[in-house]
């Protein structure tokens, strides 16, 4: 798990009114977003192996996306339209106007929905 690792950090978020769980790693470089997948997914799943390497040379996130690990779950109906708003407000929140987007399976649909949009 991330909470081994003490240059990996957990920041909770508020977006939305969601309680958003997103781990971040690095000091310095540009800033690089890790979007998991579906199903049984998480952000530690996915990436527990890649954030701390990539944060050597970029500044990472890695959120749990709603419904999903640490993050909250509301009953709401999940959409790839969905996600693609909630990563807009996930780079406002972090006060990102830019960066380097990783997904895996529904990860990278978000990613591909959001760099389209």
């Known amino acids: ?20 769980q997103c781990y971040t790693a690095g000091e ?11 199903g049984v997914d998480s952000a530690n ?6 954030i701390g390497p990539l944060s050597k ?14 993050s909250e779950k509301p009953d709401i109906k999940y959409s790839l339209s969905f996600y693609i708003d909630f990563l807009k407000q996930l ?3 972090l006060n990102l106007e830019q960066a380097s987007l ?7 649909g978000i990613s591909l929905g959001f760099t389209l949009r």
Request: net charge negative; hydrophobic share 45%.
């Open 1 to 20: 798990m991330f909470s081994s690792s003490p240059e990996i950090k957990k920041l909770d978020l508020d977006i939305n009114n969601m309680n958003i």
């Open 28 to 38: 310095k470089g540009t800033p690089v977003i890790l979007l998991h997948g579906a």
């Open 45 to 50: 799943i996915s990436w527990k192996e890649v």
């Open 57 to 70: 040379s970029h500044l990472v996130f890695a959120p749990d996306l709603p419904g999903y690990g640490a």
């Open 91 to 93: 780079m406002n929140t």
């Open 102 to 108: 990783i997904g895996l399976s529904l990860g990278g």
